[in-house]
T-cell receptor, first 116, second 111 residues
Framework: NAGVTQTPKFRILKIGQSMTLQCTQD?????MYWYRQDPGMGLKLIYY???????DKGEVPNGYNVSRSTTEDFPLRLELAAPSQTSVYFC???????????????FGEGSWLTVV | DAKTTQPPSMDCAEGRAANLPCNHS???????VYWYRQIHSQGPQYIIH???NNETNEMASLIITEDRKSSTLILPHATLRDTAVYYC????????????FGTGTRLQVTL
């Protein structure tokens, strides 16, 4: 298994440009997440999905959009890039196995985005 | 999900046990305690998790107090490669549950 794969690893955007961060997982997980991490800070949840066709906002969703058309893929779209979106973005996934189960969340290696 | 409190930083000599504390006094009955670590700016790495009982795996041990209001992650023989930020997270199991990260404990392992 490759686990959680994110592309691109690095990207520089100009203010106002749009782009999509790709995320795919091959573990048949139904939960997927997007986090961002600013320098010296903890991770903040942007959006998450509990299955194909279902998405929901996290803590910091403004300026982003997501879709979940398949179990494997969970792309994150930035429509009008702003300097405040300069950050490291992590995609993650987990398998839900019932109300009382502890489900491990697996993370990708991150995508470094700079908006100038 | 319950809030956690961790010391901002700790030091440990290489070869010694590293004991990282976490307070989660508002934890509820169906919430698990998870530990993750992040080395430099890599993706967070799962270490261990538990509900009530103490847990051990190849990486670490997790000691949860009987009242579940605090826990300790133990790295039995810390190495320089264990230098990282360690996050203690309380998470409800089941549907729509997600990890909420605090600022963690920065563990520095020294020679």
């Amino acid at each position: 298994n490759a686990g959680v794969t994110q592309t691109p690893k690095f990207r520089i955007l100009k203010i106002g440009q749009s782009m999509t961060l790709q995320c795919t997982q091959d573990m048949n997980h139904n939960y997927m997440y997007w986090y961002r991490q600013d320098p010296g800070m903890g991770l903040k949840l942007i959006y998450y999905s509990v299955g194909a066709g279902i998405t929901d906002k996290g803590e910091v969703p403004n300026g982003y959009n997501v879709s979940r058309s398949t179990t494997e893929d969970f792309p994150l779209r930035l429509e009008l890039a702003a300097p405040s979106q300069t950050s490291v973005y992590f995609c993650a996934s987990s398998y839900s196995a019932g109300l009382l189960s502890g489900n491990t969340i697996y993370f990708g290696e991150g995508s470094w985005l700079t908006v100038v | 999900d319950a809030k956690t409190t961790q010391p901002p930083s700790m030091d440990c000599a290489e070869g010694r046990a590293a004991n990282l504390p976490c307070n989660h006094s508002t934890i509820s009955g169906n919430e698990y305690v998870y530990w993750y670590r992040q080395i430099h700016s890599q993706g967070p790495q799962y270490i261990i998790h538990g509900l009530k009982n103490n847990e051990t795996n190849e990486m670490a041990s997790l000691i949860i107090t009987e009242d579940r209001k605090s826990s300790t992650l133990i790295l039995p023989h810390a190495t320089l490669r264990d230098t990282a930020v360690y996050y203690c997270i309380v998470r409800r199991g089941g549907t729509a549950s997600k990890l909420t990260f605090g600022t963690g404990t920065r563990l520095q392992v020294t020679l």
